[in-house]
């Protein structure tokens, strides 16, 4: 009985491991600018979402599209702004260019695994037009999207055009 349900219990436990193993690196790439506005409201947001979603599968980075952010800058906005995740400095527009992004602040949810975009767009619907808020958010783009990924369901979610600041391209 000992040896059965020891074989039982090594069976289940690399069965729990294959299982773990084959889940998806999904990273939440938030595209910012420390002098937008509109990305400082977002980061209470962006705190909490990190807190809620960080795990070993789904990860969140800063990226400063500009080539007016400096690394002193961009250190003194995750400092004032508390954020926990990493924040880097895009020079050359790399995955800017690549995944389309024009405006800060923009999300792309991306599956490293298997190389797409899950998501594109607003983190939520906050604002109507840059200077524009609304009292209450009605629609959390972003938050759905990293709960169907955590529930392990498909994304339902379009992709949406997000308010904020331009982004000066390098052509």
């Known amino acids: 009985m000992r040896v059965f349900r020891s074989i039982f219990l090594l069976f289940f436990l690399s069965m729990q491991f294959a299982l773990l193993a084959q889940k998806d690196s999904i990273t939440v790439y938030y595209f910012l600018t420390e002098e937008c506005v509109v990305c400082q409201q ?24 500009n080539r007016f952010s400096r690394e002193e800058s961009i250190q003194a906005f995750k400092e004032k ?4 995740f990493e924040l880097k400095r895009e020079y050359y527009q790399s995955k800017t260019k690549r995944f389309g992004v024009e405006i800060t602040p923009e999300v792309v949810v991306y599956n490293e ?8 767009g607003r983190i939520d619907n906050l604002f109507m037009r840059v200077g524009k808020r609304r009292r209450v958010v009605t629609k959390k783009e972003l938050e759905n999207v990293l709960l169907a990924l955590q529930n392990n369901e498909d994304v339902t979610i379009e992709n949406t055009s997000p308010v904020g600041c331009y982004i000066n391209l390098i052509k």
Do not use: A, D, Q
């Open 81 to 84: 702004y508390k954020l926990p």
């Open 42 to 65: 977002y980061t209470p947001t962006m705190n909490r979402l990190y807190e809620s979603f960080n795990s070993r599968n789904l990860s969140f980075v800063g990226l400063f599209p």
């Open 113 to 120: 695994s298997k190389e797409y975009i899950v998501y594109k």
